[in-house]
């Protein structure tokens, strides 16, 4: 669908992120360019619709958390990159 959304469970930084991509004048037009104050492991499961393609965790997370985010909402042969972390 060309969305592009960026959830972050701080708020500050979803604030931090919006001003500092609207700033530059390349960026401003984007209307696709999304970003929610949410926590990614509270949210309910996408439906069929609003899968992604790709997922890009920013922070580590433990192997089970990361199985539960492409679970609830990457698409079929979507892409997860992730950082995890040694259990």
Do not use: W
Not at 26 to 43: I, K, R
Not at 71 to 82: N, P, Q, R, S, T
Request: net charge negative; with cysteine.
């Amino acid at each position: 669908s060309g969305r592009v959304l960026g959830i972050e469970r701080h708020k500050d930084m979803v604030e931090f992120a919006s001003t500092r991509c609207f700033m530059h004048k390349a960026l401003q037009h984007l209307s696709f360019l999304e970003f929610q104050h949410a926590d990614a492991f509270l949210l309910n499961s996408a439906s069929n619709a609003d899968l992604f393609d790709r997922i890009y965790v920013g922070a580590g997370v433990e192997k089970s958390q990361a199985r539960d985010i492409a679970e609830k909402f990457l698409a079929k042969k979507g892409e997860l990159i992730v950082p995890v972390e040694s259990q």
